[in-house]
């Protein structure tokens, strides 16, 4: 690649003359072309020559070196203890931006638009409403404090025959003997009910061959589960209590309605009914009917409200985790305060219910009063389950008593239960007792 050194060298090494070149005054070098070889001699004080490098360079066929020369040190720092001027300050460093000052830091998002705004604090409000539970329909509102003040006591014996016939469809023979409680005066009835059931809804009719009435229920999922449709049917002989009454349950997250349309004593009646949770403790609804009949409009409100009631003996329970505030004390130990207002009969009712000890004492207590007669009743109740028992026990203001005693009869599943009810009223002087019996159930 260096054709001129090769060429100068080959044209001395033909003549046979020897090359010096001079690199100073005292400084010479010999190439000899014959021998191949080269001597060094005088080698002293260096001294201006007529021959520069960069001809020399040239000659050899090389570049003069390009010589990038490096900053300047910066001064040495003062030594410790000196009084000297303190060094002047480094200059400033150039500026730079922030994506090269932080290379791995993530870029600022873009602001939100209107739109996207929206979705945010829309998604926000689905967060906040999901942890509200549905309150359920409207009419179980006040039954968890009922069902302890209106006890099923009864006089007579009562017997149910239940056979399963299929996992789908259950019949039962119900037998009541010398009894006082039926409103036509007998003193015994039969009735023979059988149900079909499934994920989708039930069929279920009961026949009474003496009073020749027959009742039916058909309910039924529709709109793919949106929505449940039921009808109830009840004939009889006379006529006169015959009804036909259709209806339609729907509901969403955090609230339930129900549509009534269909005929009961002897004219047509229209209902519905809304309930609301507006907390996960708070609900409240309403329920509006009209009767043709007699031209009435009845409504009434209701409000209910569940709150923690520990016992004071427990220990205290740890927090769920994933759920704010919600412990195991909001899913057993709780109480609730139902208030209801019928503008009808103008009566104005209030539940509480407590749960003692879970799955063994649950306590409960109803108030009525009119305001406008200022008449009131308050009923105590009380619910004790044990390991193969159930007592109920519930007094009112009057005086009145009443007590059930569910036993049963064995360990395995669908073993006989025997039962015994009382109901004493010392002010009216009346008693009554009565045991029944359910097999198979």
Known sequence: ??????????????????????????????????????DRRN?????????????????LGKRAPTRCDAPPSPPPLPPPGSSGAPPPPA???????????????????????????????????????????????????????????SLDTHDGVRVDINKQLSPYMPVVHSFWLGTAMLPDGRNKSYSFLAQVADEAGLLMARVDPERGSVD?????AILGGLAMGKLQVGVSQEGQTDQLLGEMDFGGQTWTGNLKYG????????????????TKRLSVGGEGMYIAANQNLLGNYTLKYKMPAKSGTEVEEMVLPGIDGVGKEDSECSSSVTANYNSGQGLLSMNYARVVTPGRVTLGAELQCSPMSLESQ??????????????????DGTGRMQSVLEAKLGMAPGSPTLNFSAEVDHGKEVMKFGYGLNIGG
């Open 1 to 38: 690649p260096h054709s001129p050194p090769v060429s100068f060298l080959s044209e001395h090494h033909t003549s046979g003359q020897p090359l010096s070149v001079k690199m100073g005054a005292s400084t010479s070098k010999e190439i000899s072309g014959a021998g191949g070889g080269y």
């Open 43 to 59: 080698f002293g004080a260096a001294s201006t020559s007529s021959s520069s490098p960069s001809s020399i360079l040239s000659l």
């Open 91 to 149: 200059p400033p460093a150039p500026e730079k931006s922030a994506a090269a000052a932080a290379p791995d830091a993530p870029p600022s998002p873009p602001p939100l638009s209107a739109s996207e705004s929206q979705i945010a604090e829309a998604a926000a409000a689905a967060d906040a409403v999901s942890s509200v539970p549905n309150p359920g329909p409207y009419e179980h509102a006040s039954m968890d404090a009922k069902r302890l003040v």
């Open 216 to 220: 039916g229920r058909i309910h039924r």
């Open 263 to 278: 005929s009961m004593g002897g004219g047509m009646m229209f209902g519905c009914n809304y309930f609301q949770g507006v």
């Open 378 to 395: 308050v009923l105590l109740g009380a619910e004790f389950n044990l390991t193969r028992s159930k007592v109920n026990l519930c007094v």
